[in-house]
């Protein structure tokens, strides 16, 4: 029954930790500093727990458990998450609420939409659209295709797919955040590419001056540009060209519109709704490419739970062995103490803090690990929605270390209560006569 | 062997210790079944027998390029091609556009070369009458509640139809029976349809085809095979490159994750943590044996036995938490497959993962073991008896 009433609240603790946010959590350790300091019960518990901790130096391999255990559970979970951060965090920069992206009806993604001349004609003139100087609205139609390109670090003949987006003249106004950072743009009309940053690294010949084959055509690279999101992971080339290699004709796969009022993206869609011309989906580009980054960000995040879970339990029991085996060793001071008037609560408070203190040391250490090992590290895959592998960086962002802190007290706090709770309840003539 | 019973005494005589550590390591073992059945089905995806005879032949200039279907008269003149079939991306989804199908639109005698995919004779011929017919795997038909003879709407999240819906209708004609368990996973996901009626349907299509898959009649002429048809489109507007299936396969799971390195790193991970940690009980059963080993000692045990002994110890406590761990692997890994709606085929468990799983446990139970192992060896009788 005992055991069972331990379980439960353990569950409930677990179950609240998880939703508390940092400042809660902040609240809570102030509120425990000020019981420590201000109560007996308080003043007895920081006693108990000096002795403890100034004792650990001589139990150093097992001590090293706890933090070592929970430092690899931390590690790993803060590893997989700073993945999904990072990927999810490129797509989501690509995207922003003033530019829209308009697609044929019932398309999931740019690739599997078409428009044809007269659709793109008609969605350019669609009020709401931003005009640049001369008058002319700021809408980028594109086609986005895929190219068999060789790999960097292959063997053989291996080769990759990466994604080629067809532009006119507009795209520059549309997506100002692209930059040339090496070489020069194509010239309209040739077969002339620039290649995304991220697309240089991963592919071979990607360099401005050198030639590359698409399908049987030999295309010039004529410059690297940067965009610092999911656009590097694309090669770009003037769409006519494109669209003679693909036999796409005057069809476009996409218009990208930078909208006149930053908040006018429900009346744009109105306005495109009501065309009866057109059969068009159009959404946010910020939503657009935060819905793409779902799925993958989804399965990135339970694979490192799962992960993560599966090492906490190991952790966990590795902690509980060694606070079992501390408390067994201690077990006649903690009886002395009891016999002398200690009541239950200290004893328990005071091995629980010698464990999460551990516990703490072994989350830092799996954080910082991590962070140096992995934040920025470079990744790919082919993207949900794109037909190019998509290159990212591993982010460790301060709310993934948090998450990881997190774990890592929860496994110090059940690895710590059993024990804590056994030294609290044994008998203390049982405990005094143990040798 | 005779000291067996010796060694599980001393190993559970701290039971609560003991257990806690096998809990330990069993998660850990848990983990690396898991992970290597991950791994393994990237690896082993498309390395069958069977996918060693196929080759597949797709747009030299991307896989989204469609090739034209006069290429199919010619590739089967070529010399050691058997047969010559085709196939469409369709891009289905049932219901929700989230809800993705694998859905292939395939030439009539497409599954003459699949022997995984069982269809009964009746069934068979049900779906070539039927043009708007329809072929689904098992796992997919239980996964909908669909039954034979049902008419389903379907979205294409690519192809819509000459009027601009992307809402197909089928008529499900039969059932893919896999009979290659390794990749039943795949099959049993698979949907069918014929790629005629496909090509009538969307303008977008006009008569091409998405790719080729071609039997070989020798497999060690695959590679000359392979050259000879892409010799037959070389300089023209649509190239083609042919590979075997299973390099193909290789290729694509390569361009979507690095697994096997994700699954080394955290292996690596959790191995380390689990080397110190029962390295720790180990170190602490023998210290507090010492008296024991030395009596052990005293009445005649050599020093070599003793060391024996205790590495023995270890050993069995990585193999007992070990292969408890792998066996709940096996009957988990079903269970995550059904549970991904076929988004993660894992094969089961393997002889090789079995054969790693057991040789990483001997490793790690002679590591950890060695240490406490040298220091009983190296006891002496008599401090030890006076607890010096």
Known sequence: MKTFLLILLVAVVLGAWIALPWQAALVLAALFAAWMAATRAGHRAASVAGVGISTLGQRLGSSAVIVVGIAGVVGVLVAMLAMAEGYAETLRKTGSEDTALVLRGASAAEVTSGLDHDSVVQIAQTAGIARDAKGEPLASAELVVAANLPLKDATGDDEGSVQLRGIGAEVWAVRPQVKIVDGRRFTPGL????????????????????????????????????????????????????????????????????????????????????????????????????????????????????????????????????????????????????????????????ILLETMLLAAAGGVLGGALAWLVFNGYAASTMAAGSVGKLSFELHVTAGVLWQGLKWALAIGFIGGLFPAVRAATMPVTTALREL | MKYLHL?????????????????????????????????????????????????????????????????????????????????????????????????????????????????????????????TGLLVGEGLMRRFNWKVGDRIPMQSTIFPDRSGSKNWVFDISGVIHSTDKKAAGFFDQMMLLHWTYFDDTTPYNRGQVGWYVTRVTDVNQADRVAKAIDALSANSDHETKTMTEQAATANWMKQIADIGLIVTSIMGAVFFTLMLLSGNTMMQAVRERTSELAVLKTIGFSSTSVLAMVLAESVLLLVLGGVIGIGLAEPLIPLISKGSNGMLALPPVGLGSWALGLSLMLGIGVLVGALPAWSAMRLNIVDALARR
């Open chain 1, 191 to 350: 077969r002339e590419l620039i290649v995304g940053r991220g697309a240089a690294k991963q592919f071979a010949g990607l360099v401005p001056g050198h030639t590359v084959r698409l399908g049987s055509q030999t295309w010039t690279v004529a410059g690297v540009f940067a965009s610092g999101d999911a656009l590097e992971s694309e090669i770009w080339a003037d769409a006519n060209v494109v669209a003679e290699m693909y036999e796409r004709g005057s069809s476009r796969n996409s218009v990208t519109v930078r909208l006149a009022d930053p908040k006018g993206f429900p009346a744009f869609k109105a306005a495109l709704g009501a065309n009866p011309q057109l059969k068009t989906e159009a959404s946010t580009t910020l939503d657009y490419f935060s819905r793409q980054s779902e799925g993958t960000t989804k399965v990135i995040r339970a694979i490192g739970i799962v992960v993560g879970a599966i090492m906490a339990i190991g952790a966990m029991f590795g902690a509980l062995n060694t606070m079992f085996a501390a408390v067994a060793a201690r077990a006649r001071e903690i009886a002395t103490l009891r016999a002398i008037g200690f009541a239950g609560l200290p004893v328990v408070v005071a």
């Open chain 2, 7 to 131: 060694i599980w005494a001393s190993l559970f005589r701290r039971k609560t210790r003991t257990i806690l550590t096998l809990v330990s390591i069993v998660a850990a073992f848990l983990l690396f079944g898991l992970l290597d059945a991950v791994r393994t089905s990237f690896a082993e995806a498309g390395q069958s027998a069977n996918g060693a005879q196929r080759l597949q032949t797709g747009s030299r200039l991307s896989f989204i390029q469609a090739l034209p279907q006069s290429l199919q008269a010619r590739m089967e003149q070529v010399p050691g091609v058997k047969t010559v079939t085709y196939a469409n991306w369709f891009g289905g989804a049932y219901q929700d556009p989230h809800n993705q199908v694998f859905s292939f639109a395939v030439a009539p005698n497409y599954l003459d070369l699949y022997p995984e995919m069982s269809v009964s004779d009746a069934e068979r011929k049900a779906f070539a009458d039927t043009r």
